[in-house]
């Protein structure tokens, strides 16, 4: 395990009915800030700006709306291809909203995690993430877990490397390897699978987003961009995961067969 890893250990999630019809982990590719800010004359920085404020009403109406899980994609491992001011910019937002948002979010009892790979963040940075993570960690209202400098292949590849440690080790037998193995070294092993993924902004992609947790997940794309993303639209993607069948391999006969013999 790298050494700037901060997972916590994990903290037991209450037991609540569940209505099936309301997604228990959302997933969001938040895109078109840059975008939201060109077509109102503005620079890209006043997008990320006000991609902010969606960040909170999200958190808000997911809390309200009594979804326990939402994880955020805040920055990519490829964000850093973009321009340094760019870069900066981001960062410094990311940071900010870190130091001034977490008393808040720890009054709201909202669990905050961050996953990604943090070597190349300060120390200062890595210290604010650690007493975030801390301070809200037996919180339970909602799950937020925010990905910076995150992206699928890292978190595959630093499970694979942890996983070859214990084999070298002699700690497991690779024959003993098995999928939930796998799902215990990733980033995410303390949330369910993500059951609804949004992403705004009109492009279709995963863009090397949760790709090993995302494999039964429901996609939803909307055009809307990011800044302009309200409590109606995150309703719209609700509506539309409600009239999915989820049927993981099975057939729906199978499905609506189940379905009936649970409401018996
Ligand atoms: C994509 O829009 C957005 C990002 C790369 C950054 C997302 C970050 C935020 C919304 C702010 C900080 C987040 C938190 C959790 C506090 P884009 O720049 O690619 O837009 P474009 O496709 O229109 O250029």
Redesign the pocket.
Known sequence: MENDDLRLVPTPVAAAPIDTDLPQHIAVI???????ATRNGLP?VA??RR??D??KALVENCARRKIPYLT?F???SE?WKRPSAEVKL?LE??TS?LESEVRKLHENDVCLRIIGNLSRFSPRVRLLIRNAQELTRSNSSLNLT?AVNYGGRWDVTQACRQIAQQVAHGDIDPAAISKDTVARHMSTSELPEPDLFIRT?GERRISNFLLWQMAYTELYFTDT??PDFTDDDLAKAIESFAHRQRRFGQTSEQVTAAHRAQNA
């Open positions: 938040m895109d078109g800030n840059g975008r939201w890209r997008g990320h991609g902010v969606a960040v955020l805040a920055f990519s964000n981001l937002l990311l909203v925010v902004g961009l990011w």
